[in-house]
């Protein structure tokens, strides 16, 4: 099978080209327009996706893009824009689920919004022809105990390297790989056998 | 390699390429845990793919986003302009209540010195 590699291209967004990222650099308020249009969908979704709720979503898109603006200056063409973006994104949804989870330490509802919101048409297709339910997906990922489901986000959908992730959660890398681990076997049981935990 | 060996070590195995000769060795032979790679696959294809279904932002944030370099370079985001001269907006509204205090007294003076 092909294997997902680290940071792969964006799949839905559309390239964002070296010269926008420049004229951005540059201040082109035009630029900055194109580049926030091709994307700001994936952003959004990528902090939904980590944070389950719309509102919390679309203001950890906004602070993202306000870190992107400021620190564009610090992105050197090495890495795909995209990647960056992602990185500093989800570095922002993080930041918002700890103030969250400060905020609201004594409440222990789970964000299920995350069902409600994701898309749930089609289905993926797998290797072998397998297919799993885009919904089914969705659903399992939300059931999933919020650090795992962050592990697996960052880390399977999105690509993060491990040594990232642990960076970006204020943990080790053995706790990483461990929530990681733990999250796809509570997924791989609650997709191929039924189970909840 | 036993069976749960081997399945402990098929996640990492499938999706991050973590080679082990002893989990290669066993799956060419046992049917049960082949099976299981089949499912890892499945699930690491899905979950990649679901990079790509993307959800529709609220449609004001695309505008607010735009708007950053806007706000940024020339103030006019309100209400970090206002934090950011927050002694200024002070002092002018010190100045203000003293001039209208400042009315006040001359008005009643006025009013005083008529009666
Ligand atoms: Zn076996």
Not at chain 1, 72 to 79: K, M, P, S
Request: charged fraction near 30%; hydrophobic fraction near 35%; aromatic fraction near 6%.
């Amino acid at each position: 099978m092909r294997r997902p590699s680290d940071h792969r291209d964006g799949a839905s967004s559309e390239r964002v080209s070296a010269e926008i990222v420049e004229r951005c650099k540059n201040g082109d308020e035009r630029a900055w327009a194109e580049l926030v249009k091709a994307t700001h969908r994936d952003v959004y979704t990528l902090c939904l996706r980590i944070l389950g709720d719309p509102q919390d979503a679309a203001e950890a898109t906004q602070d993202a893009y306000l870190k992107a603006w400021r620190g564009l200056h610090g992105f050197r063409g090495d890495a795909m824009f995209q990647t960056w973006l992602y990185r500093v994104a989800s570095n922002s949804a993080l930041s918002k689920h700890r103030s969250r989870r400060r905020r609201q330490s004594h409440e222990s509802g789970s964000q299920d919004d995350v069902l409600t919101e994701l898309p749930s048409s089609g289905s993926v297709e797998a290797t072998a022809g397998a297919r799993i339910e885009v919904q089914a997906l969705q659903a399992a990922l939300a059931r999933l105990p919020e650090q795992y489901r962050t592990a697996v986000t960052l880390r399977d959908v999105y690509g993060m390297s491990i040594e990232e992730m642990a960076q970006q959660l204020g943990i080790s890398e053995t706790a990483a790989k461990v929530r990681v681990h733990r999250g796809r076997k509570r997924l791989r049981g609650m997709l191929f056998e039924g189970e909840e935990r | 390699m036993r069976c749960e060996e081997v399945r402990e070590a098929l996640p990492s195995y499938t999706r991050d390429g973590d080679t082990g000769l002893g989990v290669r060795r066993h799956l060419s032979s046992c049917a049960g845990c082949a099976d299981e790679l089949v499912h890892y696959q499945t699930l690491f294809s899905s979950l990649e793919q679901l990079r790509s279904e993307t959800v529709t932002p609220p449609p004001e944030l695309f505008h607010q986003l735009a708007s950053i370099p806007y706000r940024t370079s020339r103030g006019q985001d309100v209400r970090s302009h206002v934090v950011r001269h927050r002694n200024r907006y002070a002092a002018g509204l010190a100045v203000a209540a003293v001039g209208a205090g400042a009315a006040v007294w001359k008005t009643r003076r006025g009013r005083v010195a008529t009666a």
